[in-house]
Every structure is written in C-alpha cells, then in structure tokens.
T-cell receptor, first 112, second 112 residues
Framework: GENVEQHPSTLSVQEGDSAVIKCTYSDSASNYFPWYKQELGKGPQLIIDIRSNVGEKKDQRIAVTLNKTAKHFSLHITETQPEDSAVYFCAASTWTGNQFYFGTGTSLTVIP | DAEITQSPRHKITETGRQVTLACHQTWNHNNMFWYRQDLGHGLRLIHYSYGVQDTNKGEVSDGYSVSRSNTEDLPLTLESAASSQTSVYFC???????????FGSGTRLTVV
C-alpha cells in the first residue's frame, strides 16, 4: 500500500517568514494530495489540495507544489502569522480510492 | 449547515468494558471513516464504510467494530477496552473518491 513520509516533524519560524513542509509518497497511482491543519483540541481541517494534473496551486498565503516524477509534494506558507501555529498533515489518495494515507504531521510554531 | 458530530467528547472507561463512540453526519456523504490519533503515529485508519450495510477493516482494526444501518451514522465499538486503546478518535466523511474528508472534533478516550 501507499506510504507517506512527512518532514520536518517540528518547525519554528519567526512571524512574517515562510514555512515549507515536505511529503513523499510511494504509490505512483496516487493522484490526489490534500493538506490538513489541526488546531489544538480540534479535528483536522482541509486547507488546500492538489490533483496530479497540475503542478502548483495557490490560495492566498498558502501554496502546494507537486512533483510526480520525484513523488513528492510540499506545502508553502508565506508571511506566517501566529494563527498559523498548528499541526499540519499531508495525505495521498487515488481518483477511485476513498482511503487517504496520512503523513505523521508537522507541528508548526510561529514566533511573534 | 451540514456538520459531522462526535460524542462523547471525552470518556474514561475501565479495562474490559464495551464502549461505543458515536459519529453522526448531515452531509449525506456515502463514505465514512474512523481514525485514531496517537503521538508519533499520525492518523491511522480503523474502519471505513462506503455506504449502508458496507463496512471494511483498516490497518488497526483489531478490537474494534462498526456497523452502518443508515447514511448518517457510523458508531465505533470497542468490544473489550484495553489500555492500548487510549487515544483520540476521529470520525470523517467524504462525498466521493477524490475529495477531501470532513472531520469531526474528536473523542478523547482513556482506558484505565
């Protein structure tokens, strides 16, 4: 089955700096890659996703890039703010698959 | 507004007792999932359902069971609670393959 690895496990940045979280996957059939943000005491919330027919997607300060050849995708957060502090999870799935395979999470701390 | 709710939010139970965690969604999603979240392991799939009367085992299904008698509900039962089942449990739903999950707020279960 699919194996998703996520790095780093913890990340601290100064407010205003950029943060990058990287994930790799093993199954070349995977073609849908969502990212989730989990705030303390809450369930994960979908923040952005990308499908294999595009290489990059942006939504305001958040962007995701995908390199299918290398089987890796990344989350980029620019101009970080304290409210960006949370745990971020990447995941991988296929068009026809209902299951997601999650990375182990990155705890992001934005220092004011 | 549509939502997915889990109950209870917190529960303490004794080893050997049967415990049922509730999950109810009003999104009319066919697909429902149960995950457990443990430090260092991320989100691990317990059971999932693609529709009424359909249930499937995930990677950590031992000691757990689910049943799906209607679209809205997927209760998770721990047949005989063990200390290793102390965890935070998340229910999720999705409308179809290739779309992200909507998660509930979680149930923190402690087995003593």
């Amino acid at each position: 089955g699919e194996n998703v690895e996520q790095h780093p496990s913890t990340l601290s940045v100064q407010e205003g700096d950029s943060a990058v979280i990287k994930c790799t996957y093993s199954d070349s059939a995977s073609n849908y890659f969502p990212w989730y943000k989990q705030e303390l005491g809450k369930g994960p919330q979908l923040i952005i996703d990308i499908r294999s027919n595009v290489g990059e997607k942006k939504d305001q300060r958040i962007a995701v890039t995908l390199n299918k050849t290398a089987k890796h995708f990344s989350l980029h957060i620019t101009e970080t703010q304290p409210e960006d502090s949370a745990v971020y999870f990447c995941a991988a799935s296929t068009w026809t698959g209902n299951q997601f395979y999650f990375g182990t999470g990155t705890s992001l701390t934005v220092i004011p | 507004d549509a939502e997915i709710t889990q109950s209870p939010r917190h529960k303490i139970t004794e080893t050997g007792r049967q415990v049922t965690l509730a999950c109810h969604q009003t999104w009319n999603h066919n697909n429902m999932f149960w995950y457990r979240q443990d430090l260092g392991h991320g989100l691990r799939l317990i059971h999932y359902s693609y529709g009424v009367q359909d249930t499937n085992k995930g990677e950590v299904s031992d000691g757990y069971s689910v049943s799906r008698s209607n679209t809205e509900d997927l209760p998770l039962t721990l047949e005989s609670a063990a200390s290793s089942q102390t965890s935070v449990y998340f229910c999720a739903s999705s409308r179809s393959p290739g779309y992200g999950y909507t998660f509930g707020s979680g149930t923190r279960l402690t087995v003593v």
